[in-house]
């Protein structure tokens, strides 16, 4: 009996980069990585509004995380806490109004301050867009990656500052308007 | 494309887009990086401070060894500048923490080191700020070069915590000053132990208290995002008292601290107190305050609405269980089992089991509660938990007649858990005779009783219960003519399963031929093991992860000793190793009396009630040795491949690094039970090769397929081949196979192109005879150019062409990377058509790999 088994059934691109991050995880198991994993924001329709990943991982593995948190959230009881065990990491999730603000950080982080990061960043679009909403991400998703860049960086806090913060990204708007001024426009086909 | 276009823009707008594009699309590992990074040079030397922000953020978020390769030199320089803009300075700190995640080896000590340490006295609060990350990841894997930033971290959070909530603007956050960086610099000096310099010390300690006295405070605002900051400083505060554990005064502060907590109306709070009073009861000084909790803890476990917070209750209670509670909490911990979401189920199973063993005073409510576990829980109960009990129980005469009685109760209910029927198959065989004068549990009533469970269970269980059987005969000789009947009857002896029909023919003849004292002899009471680590520990540390447990252990060895005292001497008894395979404690190793009967199949029957795996390990299969030698020039394929399994293998290996798939593959229809694929390294090997392999499903169905991960790290040089070996069960017959695992030293090779020029003048630096090793050898395949020529780049160095002066001859070249070292091998191949022979040279800095790389390369033509 000659059974023809399946064994090749995805490239090895794929193969090598779904565990790039475990791989380190295991050779440097004294560094113990302490940050922000990823961030992600989603509706309570479970659209996914932003990701931020701050850990190398394949499309397939950032889909299929995505997938089970936010169902995972979502299938919680508004009185119950703000965090929670999942694989070996810990999400913490806040929602605000129609919008599902979660990160995932590791066992040893501090649960609360990461809770006030996702107020902060809250309070930060809001400011800059004047009082925030779905939309406002939907169509300025350039903004609130730019925003949450200044603030955070490679899964830590870089400034906690609100003026400083958003007196960045008026720079930037302020730079970016005095060129359109002389500048006939973006070609349509570059995005 | 087109994104990597943009970069070079000198529009903000253009490179704006470009770097979002990248930072969001882009995956480390894209082809695209090469180009990115030299548009991100171009912005780094602009010295345009948004511009640098921009490629800074880049380099962070994409974070891919190509960009610590080009970058790590850089930014410490920029970090440390004296002119560079503090916005830049944040994005630099945080781009080579990011970089050094990714990269250790890349980013270089130097002397900016301690330049980065004083910028924790930065004027800047968010330069402080991103500072601390990288100090403290790197303080962590550099605590000496660090050192210094203990001091200055301790001053720095005395200014915050004394601060007005005025003072530090717009850093004050709902009336908190700087709860981020409070945070984060109490997490650095959880790096360190306690300061030594007194006067720090007894700073930090201010500080820490000043914490505490806040939360007594009451709240400068309503607002949640106030508390919750403030509360997140004293979380972290608590953690470095835990962590330091010196001061008694401050641990039991916490813990009050804490207690107010576990009430308090905010879930999260509870939550957090729960957890962070686990480790608060591992502490000496703080054990007692955690215990006086108790009753509020039982009571989350019973109200809590949401299961992670009761999962933390669960924790906290096995955390503080000691003698004087042990009995209050496996009792509530039984009670909860009853309701518990069936995700948590196994877990506690296993607590309770520890709990129970370890705060056992009296081993007649051991037995009662392991019981208790088994019919409110039986699916949950793993075996580990059963094997512990019989082994307890024949470790303990004074609780064997008691357990007999109890099992045998137990048996009398009308459903009972097959784990019961174990367990009390088990004890009955061996103790039976214990409870044989009451005319209520005479021979005759106790073999029925288990007999009528029989027919219910699973092919283990009755094997197991045929034992029990033999063992009766022995006992009892009364009821000797009924239990040969039921030995006799077709059902056994002709029992489609080979090992239950073994059993019956077995069992039969010895108890037709065999006089009283050969059977009594032979079924001698098993006996006591001798003592070990608890497997059930074993297998919590497993699924928590160590440190969890890690404190229960010590007293786990205080308590074996009481335990086990008196039984060691007579344990002495057999001189057989103790098995590899995770069984009954040492029942494998356990009885020396074995039986004589007939042995086919594997070994001897009555004491592999258990030992279902033979611990030794099977010589090498036939013809892997050539399967072996293809895979020195490609790293995917079928390894190995029988009637029953095909493996295949996938693998990558990078600079030092790797991973391989190994896919098993069940070529049958049939189940493969206990499947145990591990990977052994000798001892030579092991300092050179990290192995690092992921446990796979003990069963594989019929024609399915199952994968299993090793991660490689190659140290240092290395001769051998790791050995993989493969044990299963296979419709009733036991499976043992090993094969070589094909990681060789060269796949650590990274190819190296050189011109003819450079070739020969290392040639000739590597002219020390012993760095030459030369083969001539014949032919084994056909000696073509093209194939050669691909076996060499398969082998993992460059092949250059137009090196040697004569065009058949092959030249290669690379460098083979190991943790400690790097090796440069040159090699030479000189095919000779006439003679059918070849002669290969290589030259590398190190004897041992011009030998090993020759040896390997030798094979393959």
């Given amino acids: 009996m000659s059974v023809l088994l399946p064994i090749w059934f995805f490239s090895e691109r794929d193969l090598f980069e779904t565990q790039r991050l475990r791989l380190m995880l295991f050779f440097f198991p004294l560094l113990s990585i302490q940050q922000m994993q990823f961030m992600l924001l989603f509706s309570r329709q479970g659209k996914l509004r932003l990701q931020k990943w701050y850990v190398p991982l394949s499309d397939k593995e950032k889909k299929k995380i995505t997938r089970e948190l936010v169902q995972t959230v979502l299938a919680r009881k508004p009185k119950m ?19 599902y603000f979660c990160c995932a950080i590791e066992d040893q982080d501090n649960e609360l301050i990461t809770l006030e990061i996702i107020h902060r960043y809250v309070e930060l679009l809001d400011k800059y867009f004047g009082s925030v909403c779905e939309l406002d991400i939907i169509f300025n998703f350039e903004k609130a990656y730019f925003i949450l860049d200044e603030f955070l960086l490679g899964g830590e806090v870089q400034e906690t500052s609100k003026k400083n913060v958003l007196k960045a990204i008026e720079q930037a708007d302020l730079l970016q308007e005095s060129q359109n001024e002389d500048w006939g426009g973006l070609s349509e086909d570059i995005l | 494309m087109e994104a990597v276009n943009l970069l070079s823009s000198n529009r903000y707008t253009e490179k704006q887009i470009g770097y979002l594009f990248i930072s969001v699309l882009v995956n480390s590992n894209s082809e695209l990086i090469r180009l990115i990074n030299n548009a991100i040079k171009n912005d780094l030397a602009s010295r345009n401070p948004t511009f640098m922000g921009l490629a800074l953020h880049c380099i962070a978020n994409v974070g891919s060894r190509e960009m610590a390769e080009a970058f790590a030199g850089e930014i410490p320089k920029i970090l440390v500048a004296g002119d560079t803009m503090d916005s830049v300075k944040q994005s630099a700190a945080l781009c080579l923490l990011r970089l050094y995640r990714t990269s250790p080896d890349l980013v270089p000590m130097g002397d900016w080191t301690s330049r980065v340490v004083h910028l924790l006295n930065d004027q800047h609060l968010g330069v402080v700020t991103a500072a601390t990350s990288l100090i403290t990841t790197l303080a962590q894997k550099n605590p000496e070069e660090f050192k210094t930033s203990v001091s200055l971290a301790v001053s720095r959070l005395s200014r915050i915590v004394t601060s007005a909530s005025t003072d530090l603007q717009d850093y004050t956050y709902y009336f908190v000053p700087a709860p981020w960086l409070s945070v984060k610099l109490l997490r650095l000096l959880q790096c360190y132990p306690p300061p030594e310099d007194p006067a720090v010390r007894g700073r930090l300690t201010e500080c820490l208290e000043t914490i505490l006295n806040k939360a007594q405070e009451p709240p ?5 995002q106030h508390s919750n900051a403030k509360n997140a400083v004293l979380f972290e505060a608590i953690s470095l008292i835990i962590h330091h554990d010196s001061e008694p005064n401050l ?22 107190a729960l957890e962070s009073m686990c480790t608060l009861a591992s502490s000496e ?11 509020t803890v039982i009571n989350a476990l019973k109200t809590e609405r949401d299961v992670s917070v009761r999962q933390r209750a669960v924790d906290l209670l096995y955390a503080m269980c000691d003698r004087s509670n042990a009995q209050q909490i496996v009792a509530e911990m039984l009670n909860y089992l009853e309701t518990a979401d069936y995700s948590i189920r196994e877990e506690i199973v296993l607590k309770v089991a520890i709990l129970a063993e370890k705060y056992a005073v009296d081993y007649t409510w051991y037995v009662d509660t392991i019981l208790n576990l088994i019919r409110i829980a039986g699916d949950y109960v793993s075996e580990e938990v059963w094997y512990r009990v019989i082994q307890i129980v024949i470790n303990r005469d004074d609780v064997q007649g008691y357990a007999a009685k109890t099992v045998f109760e137990a048996l009398q209910a009308p459903a009972c858990h097959e784990n019961l029927v174990k367990v009390g198959g088990y004890i009955l065989g061996e103790f039976g005779n214990l409870i044989a004068g009451d005319p209520r549990s005479s021979p005759l009533i106790q073999f029925n009783l288990l007999h009528s469970k029989f027919h219910l269970c699973s092919v283990p269980t009755r094997a197991l219960l045929l034992s029990t ?8 000789p009364e009821i000797k003519t009924t239990i040969q009947d039921v030995l006799r009857s077709d059902s056994q002896l002709k029992n489609a399963d080979v090992e239950l029909q073994q059993r019956a023919v077995e069992y039969l003849r010895l108890s037709t031929i065999a006089s009283t004292d050969i059977l009594a002899t032979v079924l001698e009471e098993m006996p006591p093991f ?9 297998k919590l540390k497993k699924k928590k992860g160590p440190g969890t447990v890690t404190d229960l252990e010590e007293i786990k060895r205080e308590r074996s000793s009481d335990m086990n005292g008196s039984a060691e001497p007579a344990c002495a008894t057999d001189g057989s190793t103790p098995s590899p395979s995770a069984d009954l404690l040492g029942l494998s190793a356990a009885p020396v009396t074995n039986p004589a009967p007939p042995s086919s199949t594997n070994g001897s029957l009555l004491v592999d009630v258990f030992s279902d795996t033979a611990p030794a390990v099977a010589p090498l299969a036939p013809g892997s040795d050539d399967n072996f030698a293809r895979f020195v020039c490609k790293n995917n394929g079928v390894l190995f491949e029988n009637q029953l399994l095909q493996i295949g293998l996938k693998s990558e290996f990078r600079q030092n690094l790797g991973r391989m798939f190994i896919f098993y593959g069940n070529k049958t229809s049939t189940q493969f039970l206990n499947f145990t694929p591990t990977v052994i390294c000798s001892d030579d090997l092991q300092p050179s090769l990290n192995l690092q392999t992921k446990p796979v499903d003990p069963t594989v169905d019929g024609g399915a397929q199952v994968q299993q991960v090793v991660n490689i790290e190659c140290v240092s040089d290395f001769m051998e081949a790791p050995v993989l070996n493969i044990q299963f069960r296979y419709g009733g017959t036991f499976q043992n196979l090993s094969v070589k695992l094909p990681i060789t030293l060269n796949k650590f090779f990274q190819p190296t192109e050189m011109s003819s020029q450079d ?23 056909p000696m073509d150019a093209e194939i050669t020529k691909a076996k060499i780049i398969g082998f993992g160095s460059a092949l250059l062409e137009e090196v040697d002066p004569n065009p058949a001859n092959f030249v290669g070249a690379g460098i083979i990377h190991t943790k400690t070292t790097q090796i440069g091998c040159l090699l030479r191949l000189e095919p000779n058509l006439q003679a059918q022979m070849y002669r290969l040279t290589l030259r590398t800095s190190k004897e041992a790999v011009s030998q090993r790389l020759c040896e390997l390369l030798s094979e393959q033509f």
């Fill in chain 2, 530 to 538: 001798p003592e070990r680590e608890s497997s059930i520990l074993a």
């Fill in chain 2, 759 to 781: 070739f020969f003048q290392r040639w000739k630096q590597l002219s020390n005879p012993k760095q030459e090793v030369q083969n001539i050898f014949k032919a084994k395949h």
């Fill in chain 2, 469 to 476: 059987y033999i063992k009766f005969v022995n006992l009892f």
């Fill in chain 2, 220 to 224: 400068k605002s309503k607002k949640v």
């Fill in chain 2, 251 to 272: 641990l039991v502060r916490a813990c009050n601290q804490l207690g107010q907590f576990l009430q308090h109306r905010e879930t999260n709070l509870r939550y957090l």
């Fill in chain 2, 285 to 295: 000084f703080s054990h007692e305050a955690v215990k006086t909790h108790i009753e």
């Fill in chain 1, 81 to 99: 806490c703000s965090f929670l065990e999942w694989r070996d990491l810990k999400i913490v999730y806040k929602r605000y109004a129609s919008l």
